[in-house]
């Protein structure tokens, strides 16, 4: 017998009913911020690169990638390099498509780790301050015509710079394609709670996603997706998927 659409509708409604689960996300929270101790999210790495990500994070991110299949994934925030080079290894499963990596300071051993990496030629990197015209002008000379356009915002996580890049980026994603806001975790946590061992300290109402809140606020253009949010339980960006649901 097949069962692949009873098992999918089991799926989602599965899926929705985890995100309305508040004591076993707050437990989620409590296991997050236990793991960071260890700095759990530096632990990892995609296709030898370190990533920074949360493993549920990853798995999301490759799901709305293999579902909406963009021609484009703008990323902010370059770091080590992995999150790109996870980014154009799907795209060269899907056969199609480039990444572009903006960053405020590409660092010269990130850069040659990248640049050898056999996954490069997918990945375009341009240095600048995201929120900058003159890198946002660069990023749009980098995208084709009518390509449909995913876009990861996670750099500088205060609020007011994650609101700036909002505003600037929004307008590129493409109809039904996704816009993630990396690290919204932090606005659930409670000031004690918020993660020290970081460059840069994001208290609650100074992180992103009061940013993203904002944004949606003042953009009908874009919705939650409940049922990728629904899922994201130990990780770092719940509530963070949004999709454009009109031009």
Not at 36 to 64: N, T
Not at 115 to 143: D, N, W
Not at 162 to 174: C, Q
Not at 213 to 236: C, H
Request: charged content about 25%; glycine content about 6%; proline content about 6%.
């Amino acid at each position: 017998m097949d069962d692949r659409q009873d098992f999918e509708r089991q799926r989602k409604s599965c899926s929705l009913q985890l995100g309305e689960d508040r004591q076993l996300f707050a437990k989620s929270i409590d296991l997050i911020t236990h793991a960071d101790k260890y700095r759990y999210s530096y632990l990892w790495s995609w296709l030898g690169v370190p990533i920074i990500q949360l493993p549920a994070d990853v798995l999301a991110m490759q799901e709305a990638i293999w579902q909406t299949k963009p021609d484009v994934i703008v990323e902010t925030g370059v770091a080590r390099g992995g999150s790109v080079i996870f980014s154009a290894s799907l795209l060269s499963l899907i056969g199609k498509g480039k990444v572009i990596g903006v960053d405020i300071d590409i660092r010269p051993h990130n850069r040659d780790t990248i640049e050898k990496h056999p996954q490069s030629s997918r990945v375009v990197l341009i240095e600048g301050p995201s929120t900058a015209r003159e890198t946002v002008e660069r990023v749009k000379a980098e995208i084709p015509a009518g390509a449909g356009v995913m876009v990861v915002l996670d750099s500088d996580h205060s609020r007011d710079h994650v609101l700036a890049e909002l505003r600037a980026y929004a307008p590129l994603v493409g109809l039904g394609h996704f816009l993630v806001c990396a690290d919204t975790v932090l606005g659930f946590l409670a000031p004690e709670q918020t993660p020290v061992n970081r460059a840069k300290i994001q208290y609650p109402g100074d992180e992103p996603l009061t940013a993203l809140r904002t944004f949606l606020a003042e953009d009908d253009r874009f919705e939650m997706d409940p049922e990728i949010n629904g899922k994201l339980i130990v990780a770092s960006s719940p509530s963070g998927y949004v999709r454009r649901v009109r031009l």
